[in-house]
């Protein structure tokens, strides 16, 4: 799946995925994600289907920013598996899971304006859109618009 995924030209830009990545690359990568529960920059998932335990995908969430309550998601679907809106299930159920982490009140996504899939995505798992963030950030090379979307903890009572 990671090779699969590997081989979309973005994917490489935004993570530490390489492109085109052989099977040694993979492992790499996984072994990177490994570290993130480790050091506590927080948690990385494989995305798989519930019938075959298929790997589809991989969805993350960051905590760079807990102390502040905030949280930072992301996810992505091997090419092959696209379009069955399994990016939005991974989504909620990432969100889902955050919502178990006490210090977690507000997740977010950056997303490039461009990507109207990930937009749907996004707003398909539940996610308000709250701006465009002018020149946000990198992104191969050079700084782009990012559409802020996040969800809010759910109020309790």
């Not at 991974?90 to 969100?95: D, G, I, N, S, V």
Request: hydrophobic letters at 40%.
């Amino acid at each position: 799946m990671l090779m699969d995924l590997s081989t979309d030209p973005y994917v490489p830009l935004t993570g530490t995925l390489p492109g085109d990545a052989d099977r040694e690359s993979a492992l790499d990568y996984v072994r990177r994600q490994h570290e993130r529960l480790v050091t506590g920059a927080g948690f990385s998932f494989c995305v798989a289907l519930r019938e075959t335990d298929e790997a589809v995908g991989q969805a993350g969430l960051g905590l760079r920013s807990v102390a502040s309550g905030r949280a930072t998601a992301g996810y992505a679907v091997a090419p092959v598996h696209r379009g069955r809106g399994l990016a939005a299930h991974a989504l909620a159920a990432l969100t889902a899971f955050a919502w178990t982490l006490p210090e977690v009140h507000r997740i977010e996504l950056y997303i490039e304006p461009w990507n109207v899939a990930s937009v749907r995505t996004a707003t398909t798992a539940g996610y308000a859109h709250e701006g465009r963030l002018r020149s946000h950030q990198e992104v191969g090379g050079r700084r782009v618009d990012m559409l802020l979307y996040a969800a809010l903890r759910p109020r309790q009572g």
